[in-house]
């Protein structure tokens, strides 16, 4: 372990501007908007394009953080959205700026983040001609926003900025682009924009059908095997309140998706914690055999469900979500219950007289835990357990610590390991499943919350995909734990490999990879490297009182699997414990 | 090789006695087939703006609805244009197509038509013109009419409800068919029901900018 002379941030040229815009350009209107709606904080990267822009954003308290990449401002702005609960904000330049943005749009629409992406674009004149960094930036992100917005106009640029401002936070949450010409941010016009408003044809449910209602709460009534599946869209919705609350007083156990993950306190006893692909027993077990399925805010992905036939095939579905089209998307809802989940979850709440008599079921439930452990094989002189790692960490840190994650193996032992009691303190990858996305993301979440401790479980490839993000968390004095769970491997395609290729390992070892401890003191961070039991609690203490960021490269056991699992498509009530069950 | 978890194996395990279809509905026990396909008409109502198009187009390829034809024209209130879509969907299909249709932001709104709903097609079919007497007898029992002639050729335009155009165009191959173009269907509710409302608050307010 060494220490490296770790400078305070440079101290800024200029004192950080403490009045709001005065609306002069096109430009000066986009930032004008965005402090109007509240914005504090933007990442993101310069460039010919997008030049106006900065030159606005130089003048507003605004505070913009350099990233070294657009791909990690994507990200930051995505984590930063998701601590919040506002849109984070993301600018880039045309062409490639844009391009690079794509990947982190991409994430956020798939995990319903809410997000504004600020892309700069070739003068008018000069769209259609392959212009130099000229991309079709709203023909690339259409299929990966909520809406995108081409601005054509300095007058009402700024009307725009806050109309998708508004929509990504709306409903159910999401990503937009504004794409702005510079010839648009350019020009002049004193035309201050108008207070952010959603789009006309834009109008979220909020109360669920009445009648529907009642009739889910007289089947919950009814049901023997009650189960709540709690989704992103509990967390999304800010219902997390009222969900425990609803399941304690009417004791139903409680599954959670991943991104549901820190819906509903991990340690309480009705918790089964998460199902699916690498979900609990317990929790497979009870979503398998309920008959009363109450799901909120999740639009039933595979990885969640695997075979369609097979998930939970007795059950009744109620399903609360607020976007009309994931209702009956994947699994027909026999109650489909539109609108918010916190407001739906009190209508329902109002209809039900008491609890389901299901406490056959209940005692079942806190069977399977007790036949299903997560407990994990390790011998202290072994080699080294991922698992053990998360668990120490989760015990040296507070309950309201933000969890931020690459893809891959490591990903799912920290959201198997660790007990999330609260909600957004897991900031992760779900949908798209992108690797590379744990450091900007630990960024973005530190910066949105300065007072909480964040630590990211990375892998060794995930790790190398977004490195250079080191570079800002060292500028930025960003006190961030980067925990790399290193198995010189891509771990997660190595363990399919194994159990579904023959072992084949075709491109996954990584014996090449540098040494983490020492690449993060290159960057100016404080750099540990982990190989033994004995060595993670002092380490992991070492790390959380240094100021500023670190990185524990933890050489952890390269054969260590990730169970339980269900493979794709397969049933969940056949999740394999070991390889041999495979 | 890791070791795993402990706990009874797949085989040990209870089995709930149930499944889904694979498109996510509950099986009963007297048994439902998969739903058959249904042709149908979506008319949407969107706002005039550039791109709209493409949204609309790009939706339908990227969630592999099966689409039939799509066509696009302004409306009598120049800030909006109708969309008429012509697809063959099974019914959670043809709900589907519609929610996700109904959740791009230019749309307005979107309806599927009734059966009773008025549908026409506009086709243009370019024949050999060695017959011209016959093709304009046939023209005339599909209530069509040549629109151009030359030494060798003869366009002949039907307006129908799509099976007549089929059908038309199936009688004209008698006469070698070089070309034809078809307009794909547009159409409005029948009598003074509305196709797909516009009255969206703010929208019809011309002085909104
Ligand atoms: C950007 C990207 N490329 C490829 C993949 C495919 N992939 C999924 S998991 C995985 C392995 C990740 O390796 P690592 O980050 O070292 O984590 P580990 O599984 O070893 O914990 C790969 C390559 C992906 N999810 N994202």
Known sequence: MTTPDVESPPPSDEEQPTQPTTVDSGAAAVIAALEQAGVTTVFGVQGGAIMPVYDALYDSPIRHVTMAHEQGAAHAADAYGIVTGEPGICLATSGPGATNLITGIADANMDSDPMVALTGQVPTGMVGND???????????????????????????????????????????????????KDITNAETDRHPRQPRLPDTYRPASRADSEVVSAAAHALERAEKPVILSGGGVIKGEASDELRAFAIDHEIPVVTTMPGTGSFPEDHELAMEMAGMHGTG?????????????????????????????????????????????????????????????????QLDNELSGIPHADEWREQCQRWKAEYPMDYQWDPDGPLKPQYVVEQFDELTPSDTIVTTGVGQHQMWAVQYWTYTQPRTWVSS???????????????????????????????????????????????????????????????????????????????????????????????????????????????????????????DFHIDPDENVYPMVPSGGDNGKFALSEDQL | ???????????????????????????????????????????????????????????????????????????????????????????????????????????????????????RELALIKVDGDHPDAIS?????????????????????????????????????????????????????????????????????????
């Open chain 1, 131 to 181: 212009a130099f960094q000229e991309t079709d930036t709203i023909g690339i992100t259409s299929p990966i926003t909520k809406s995108n917005y081409f601005a054509d106009d300095e007058t009402t640029v700024g009307d725009v900025v806050g109309e998708a401002f508004e929509l990504a936070r709306s409903g159910r949450p999401g990503p937009t682009v504004v794409d702005l010409p």
């Open chain 1, 282 to 346: 317990y929790a497979n077990m009870a979503i398998t055999h309920c008959d009363y399925l109450l799901a909120i805010g999740t639009r039933f992905d595979d990885r969640l469900t695997g075979g369609i036939e097979t998930f939970a095939p007795a059950a009744e579905l109620a399903h609360i979500d607020i976007d009309p089209a994931e209702i009956s998307k994947n699994i027909t809802a026999d109650y489909p219950l539109l609108g918010d989940a916190a407001t739906v979850l009190e």
């Open chain 1, 430 to 552: 779900h949908g798209l499943g992108t690797m590379g996305y744990g450091l900007p993301a630990a960024i973005g979440a530190k910066i949105a919350a300065p007072d909480r401790e964040v630590v990211c479980f990375d892998g060794d490839g995930s790790f190398l995909m977004t490195a250079q993000g080191l570079a800002v968390a060292v500028r930025e004095q960003l006190d961030i734990t980067i925990a790399v769970l290193n198995n010189a491997a891509v771990g997660m395609v190595r363990q399919w490999q194994d159990a579904f290729f023959e072992g084949r390992h075709s491109a996954s070892q990584y014996p090449w990879i540098p040494a983490f401890d020492k690449l993060a003191e290159s960057f100016g961070a404080q750099g540990f490297a982990v190989e033994r039991h004995d060595e993670v609690e002092s380490t992991i203490e070492a790390a959380i009182s240094t100021d500023g960021p670190t990185v524990i």
């Open chain 2, 1 to 119: 090789m890791s070791q795993g978890l402990q706990g009874p194996p797949p085989e040990d395990r209870p089995d709930p006695g149930a499944k889904r279809t694979p498109s996510g509905a509950r099986i009963d026990p007297d048994n439902q087939p998969e739903p058959p396909r249904r042709r149908v008409i979506l008319s949407a109502l969107v706002k005039h703006e550039p791109g709209v198009l493409a949204k609309v187009a790009g939706l339908f390829s990227r969630r592999q609805f099966n689409i039939e034809s799509l066509t696009v024209g302004p409306t009598a209130y120049e800030r909006h244009a109708r969309i008429t879509l012509v697809i063959e969907e099974t019914e959670p299909g043809i709900d589907q197509a519609q929610k996700q249709l109904e959740k791009l932001i230019p749309v307005i709104s979107v309806t599927e038509l009734d059966g009773d709903a008025v549908d």
């Open chain 2, 137 to 209: 007898a046939v023209a005339d029992m599909y209530d069509g009419q040549a629109v151009d002639v030359s030494a060798e050729t003869v366009t002949v335009e039907i307006t129908g409800p799509e099976p007549r155009i089929d059908a038309a165009i199936e009688t004209f191959e008698r006469f070698g068919i070089r070309e034809v173009v078809r307009t794909g269907t547009a159409a409005l509710a029948a009598g003074p029901q509305e196709t797909a409302p516009g009255h969206v608050a703010g929208l019809t307010d011309p002085t909104d900018t």
